[in-house]
Each structure stands twice: as C-alpha cells, then as structure tokens.
C-alpha cells in the first residue's frame, strides 16, 4: 500500500511540475505538506483553503486577459525545448521518436505546441524529411494532430507564421516517386483544406485572421498546379477551398487580392475555379 501511495505521489508531483509555474507548484506542495502535518483540524483547514483560493487567483490572472499561456510552466518548457532538439536531431530514430513526442503532447496540451514557433517549425522540417521513413512518419503525425491542432490556425502566431512552410513541405510529395508519400501528401493537404474550412464562421467574426491565415494557402495552392491536378481529390478540394474564399471575401475582392500574390496566368487559375 505504501508502495502505491509513493508511486501516486511522484506522479501527482511530475503532474504538477508540468502544468504549473515553480511558484504555483510550490504553493501546492506547501498547502499539502500543512494538511498532512496538522491533520484535518477545522481552522487549519481554513488555512489552506486560503491558501488555495490565493493559488487559484494568480492562475485566473495569469490565465486572463487574452485566455492564451502568459508563461508556459518551466517544466513543460523543457519539455517542449527537448522535443524540438529530437526533431531537428542528426539521428533519424531519434527524429522519429520526437514526432512520436510530438503526437503525445499535443493529446494533453495542443495550445501550447501551437504556441511555439520554433517547435512547429521543426516538426514541419520533418514533413520533407530527407530519410523517407521520417517524413512518412511525419505525415502520419500530422493527421493526428490536425484535429487537435486546426483551432488554432487562426489565433497562434506559431501556426499562423508557418503555414506556407507547412503547405510547401506537403506538396513537396506530390511529384515523390513513392506511392505511399504521395497518397499521404494528397490526404493531408485534403484534410488541411478542410480543417481551415472552419473560416467560412470564423470569418464573421474575425475577417482579418482568415485573410491572413487562409488566403496563403490559396496562392501557394494555385502556384504548382502541376501538383494540385494530379489527384481528383485533391482538385475538388482546392476547388471548393478557392469557392469559400470567394463566398467570405466576395469575388471581385479575392481577384484584387490576388493581384499581388499571383501571376496573370496563375489569376485565369483562380478565375476559373472561382466562377
């Protein structure tokens, strides 16, 4: 039993360290260590639960304002920082095992990868992945993440920095002799065009987010045509991607728009897939 308890307390902490700032995990650990040495008498029981209300009052400070991380706790900072060093490592196992890190955390904590640039830039680096069991691996990840991850398209500068980079690196496989790549390549931009199909209602709200995050896409889409018509799929879903721009923006707007992203040649593109 005791060997029980010592394993749910090294977890409890470890749960803490993570979440938690180094003051705030303090705070908890004092708050515990009082209870367990006072017993539960009723005023020292008061004690901590002001203890606590304190605790939870600097976690609504530092959680408000702009409802994002103010300060990503030290522990998981490390975390994030040792994840990023695996994806960009020499070794390719360890690269592997970085984006296996990669898919773990965004389960328990998706903002906060979507808040690091440089971490979402590293994982995107492995997209194209030199070692095609990487890159393989890496498209795979990314399919799992997307839903957890797409939210924040629009709000984290981390994704919205990197989204050209992440659309590139997948069309990178269009023209791959492997069959696998491309097939995966074709199935991740098509679920990436989808996932930004959040924008038609986002678009309401917050027009300015989904010309900055979803017309990108769009110009690099309609800049390699080569690769975006080599699949039926993938043709229908840049179509309908390009005919919800035109619904939010309008379509005399989206061709202003595109004066200065695309060429007349790549503009005739669009105008065909926007009538």
């Known amino acids: 039993m005791d060997i029980d308890i010592e394993k749910d307390r090294a977890l409890f902490d470890r749960t803490v360290r993570k979440m938690l700032s180094d003051a705030e995990a303090r705070s908890v650990q004092e708050v515990l260590e009082g ?24 976690g609504s400070v530092r959680k408000s304002g702009t409802n994002r991380i103010s300060r990503i706790p030290d522990a998981l900072q490390h ?110 931009l098509e679920e990436t065009v989808r996932s930004v199909g959040i924008i038609r209602s986002l678009y309401r709200n917050k027009p300015k ?10 110009w690099e889409l309609i800049k390699s045509p080569s690769q975006t018509q080599s699949d039926a799929e993938l043709r229908r879903a840049v179509h309908d991607y390009a005919s919800l721009l035109r619904d939010c923006f309008g379509e005399k707007t989206l061709l202003e728009m595109a004066n200065s992203h695309l060429n007349p040649n790549q503009k005739k593109t669009l105008e065909a897939l926007i009538k």
């Not at 971490?119 to 194209?128: D, M, S, T, V």
């Not at 069991?133 to 500068?157: D, G, R, Y």
């Not at 987010?209 to 769009?218: D, F, H, M, R």
């Open 35 to 58: 209870i367990k040495k006072r017993g539960t008498d009723g005023n020292n029981l008061d004690a901590s639960s002001a203890s606590l209300t304190s605790l939870h009052r600097a």
């Open 209 to 218: 987010q989904v010309e900055v995050t979803a017309l990108p896409i769009l």
């Open 79 to 188: 975390d994030l920082d040792e994840m990023r060093a695996d994806l960009s490592a020499s070794g390719w196992e360890r690269r592997i095992s970085g984006l296996k890190r990669f898919d773990e955390m965004v389960s328990v904590n998706a903002r906060a990868v979507a808040s690091d640039t440089n971490l979402i830039e590293a994982f995107i680096g492995r997209l194209n992945d030199i070692n095609s069991k990487v890159s393989l691996e890496a498209m795979q990840t990314f399919l799992l993440t997307l839903p957890l991850l797409s939210k924040f398209f629009s709000a984290e500068t981390g994704l919205k920095a990197v989204l050209n980079q992440l659309v590139n690196a997948l069309m990178s496989h269009l023209a791959s002799r492997s069959e696998e790549h491309r097939q995966m390549a074709q199935t991740s």
